[in-house]
């Protein structure tokens, strides 16, 4: 069985920065990503790296979000910086295998001062 385990996240004042870290299983996702989910909100994808390092962002975060990923490792990371009350949410790891969908269990990240 897949496990996704998310860690890193926390509260943190306007402006400061996290580290998201997600550690799989097993090894060859296609894609690994980032979502999150604000109370009251839909689940938006954050951030998406394929196996070959290729990037893309939700708007509202790019210049600010970098996502990484260690193959090796079998890890995916995500570095938030110029963090905003509005990044608050619940962050979920996901990554896709075979054409199945994986999910961790969800980081809070909170953004307050």
């Known amino acids: 069985q897949v496990q996704l385990v998310e860690s890193g996240g926390g509260l943190v004042q306007p402006g400061g920065s996290l580290r998201l870290s997600c550690s799989a299983s097993r090894s060859g996702f296609r894609n690994m990503g980032w979502y999150r989910q604000a109370p009251g909100k839909q689940r938006e994808l954050v951030a998406v790296i394929t196996t070959s390092g290729i990037t893309n962002y939700v708007d509202s975060v790019k210049g600010r979000f970098t996502i990484s990923r260690d193959n090796a490792k079998n890890t995916v990371h995500l570095q938030m910086n110029s963090l905003k009350p509005e990044d608050t949410a619940v962050y979920y790891c996901?990554?896709?295998?075979?054409?199945?969908?994986?999910w961790g269990q969800g980081t809070q990240v909170t953004v307050s001062s």
């Open positions: 996901n990554a896709n295998l075979y054409g199945l969908s994986y």
